[in-house]
């Protein structure tokens, strides 16, 4: 009786684990994908803005 708890308890880990790494993965194919269009749409205004003639500046650190 015992052995056969000890085995579910285990295949219960293993599903959970399995769960778990599946989430992770999705949650870092997402954040890829949000950073890379985050980063496109950055690059276009920057060239609309060059183009259009709007002085393009580097942020600089705030004095103190």
Avoid: C, H
């Avoid at 579910?8 to 959970?16: A, C, I, N, R, T």
């Avoid at 399995?18 to 999705?26: M, T």
């Avoid at 920057?46 to 705030?62: C, E, F, N």
């Amino acid at each position: 009786m015992r052995i056969q708890k000890a085995r579910k308890s285990g295949q219960s880990l293993v599903e959970y684990g399995l769960v778990l790494a599946l989430i992770a993965i999705v949650a870092i194919l997402v954040v890829k994908a949000v950073g890379t269009q985050t980063t496109s749409t950055f690059d276009n205004v920057q060239s609309q803005m060059s183009s259009a003639g709007v002085a393009s500046t580097s942020p600089t650190a705030a004095s103190s």
